[in-house]
């Protein structure tokens, strides 16, 4: 009897241009191994190519394929020639008649055939099913791991092929990334029909085959929900990092129906990092992205809906009504909004780092590409917790980590047990009072030119890797003058709102503006957004909870 398959839709292939002869060959594979495979046949060379390519976007995996030599678009050979480049690990096997078994020993040598079956092939017992069940063993004995759904082909030194990656981590879409450069990349986009001038490509889950899709095309295509299911909420949060996803689940767990709108992948700079250890009831630390998962779950199993990729533009006041806007047009209403945008890490002047941006250089952590850099030297500039914990999660895999600080010290802005972990990194360097004047390379980072701020003294090193953590700008500029904000665009709220006594410009209501509230009564802000915050990860959670306290109380005024 045959055994079990590797995986449910494992297929083996028939192919062969007499109708007849094909629904022959099919019944009897049927009878044998229908219950274990999945039997599919074609009637000719271009059809079944066709059928392999969509098994192979799928990731279907097959096991067998038996193709007839004598089919006049395109004989046997060249059929399993070309299969072999979609099907690389299939068992191939020719149907011949008498005459044509010279044909079939040749192909041997082209297509490195299994096995030929000589016509016919009664009783299948005897003459098809003992070399079948040969073919099926030594198919399961190879070392094969299963493709994830979703499949990413792109350049090493693509900027959008990085950000691509970025995303799908970010949000804990699984995924598995192919090189244009390796066979494996060449066959998806073969089984794709591109021809890989454009990228990346992304192959969903469903076959889609996406070709350098943006944020919200992507989002919408691997399960990420990016519509909202109402015109009108109790509260909207916008943000997805530790604040907001705080908001989140404390207002969906208070009974406020609540929506998350987040502009790419929940966790804000908090979820790129590669481990936080001095977040309570952690003792022995924890990756971003796990927190930002559980959190994630959290808000939804409360009822909270998550929408990614979804852009806010505006902000508006129609009466009670807050309305927010996003950059296709369309708008959602609340009673209430809190505004947990975060911050962005602010982009490095230095000659050469735009056109480099994603081939080499990267603004945080970016830990898809911490792999590529085993055992090359890593650059990392700036000073504070995240380049520290990036240095630390970076060291693992590279050669060297260098950290480059402007200051004298790391003590200005690192937290003391970051400090303690980089001084006894063995792998781990930093140089003071250095700034990166210059970044070098054509397609991809290869040196950069590095100044000593106090002497001047200039050096060119080479490099392929530089993450830059260089301080932090709020992503505020889309609230136009809707809320007040300082002179560097972080949001002003409560008491800052009224340091000489008086009510903001345009407050009309009896009380003054509470802790979190902005200037815009029923508009609140929590985490590194507002003015003079922590910029701490449980700063953040507790004021994205105490913002939605402070909801519940406006609420019961209004």
Known sequence: MAQAADAARTVIMTVDDDPGVSRAVARDLRRRYGEAYRIVRAESGPSALEALGELTLRGDLV?????????????????????????????????????????????????????????????????????????????????????????????????????????????????????????????????????????????????????????????????????????????????????????AVYGASEGLRTVLVERSATGGQAGQSSRIENYLGFPDGVSGAQLTERARRQAARFGAEILTA?????????????????????????????????????????PGTDDLTGCGVFYGSALTEAAACQGHDVYIVGGANSAGQAAMYLSRHAKSVTLLVRGPDLSASMSYYLIQQIEEAPNISVRRHTVVEEAHGSDHLEQLTLRHRLTGERERVDAEWMFVFIGAAPLTDWLDDTVLRDERGFILAGPD???????????????????????????????????????????????????VMLVHRYLEQS
């Open 63 to 247: 096991a067998v394929i038996l193709a007839d030599y004598r089919m006049p678009q395109m004989n046997g050979i060249d059929f399993l020639e070309q299969a072999l480049d979609l099907c690389p690990d299939a068992r191939r096997v020719l149907l011949t008649a008498y005459a044509d078994t010279n044909a079939a020993i040749d192909a041997i040598n082209v297509v490195d055939l299994d096995h030929y079956l000589l016509k016919p092939w009664d009783p299948p017992e005897e003459k098809l099913y003992p070399v079948v069940d040969d073919l099926l063993q030594a198919w399961r004995t190879r070392d094969r791991r299963p493709v994830p759904s979703t499949k990413v082909v792109g350049h090493r030194w693509s900027a959008r092929s990085s950000e691509v990656r970025e995303f799908l981590a970010r949000n804990q879409v699984p995924y598995r990334w192919y090189s244009v450069d390796e066979p494996e990349g060449q066959r998806l986009l073969a089984a794709a029909g591109r021809d890989g001038q454009r990228l990346p490509l992304v192959i969903t889950p469903d076959c889609t085959v996406l070709v350098e899709p943006d944020a919200p095309q992507l989002a919408a295509h691997v399960g990420l929900a990016t519509t909202p299911t109402a015109d009108f909420y109790d509260l909207v949060v916008i943000g997805g990092g530790p604040a907001g996803l705080g908001a």
């Open 310 to 350: 979804r852009e806010v533009t505006a902000l508006e006041v129609n009466g009670a009504a807050r309305v927010v806007r996003f950059a296709d047009g369309s708008a959602i209403g609340a009673h209430s909004v809190i505004l947990a945008t975060g911050v962005q890490y602010r982009q490095l002047a230095a």
């Open 497 to 547: 709102l009224t340091a000489d006594g008086r009510p903001p410009p345009g407050w009309e209501l009896d009380r003054p503006p509470y802790h979190l509230e902005t200037s815009v009564p029923g508009v609140f802000v929590a985490g590194d957004a507002r003015a003079e915050s922590a910029k701490r990860v449980a700063s953040a959670v507790g004021e994205g909870a105490m913002a």
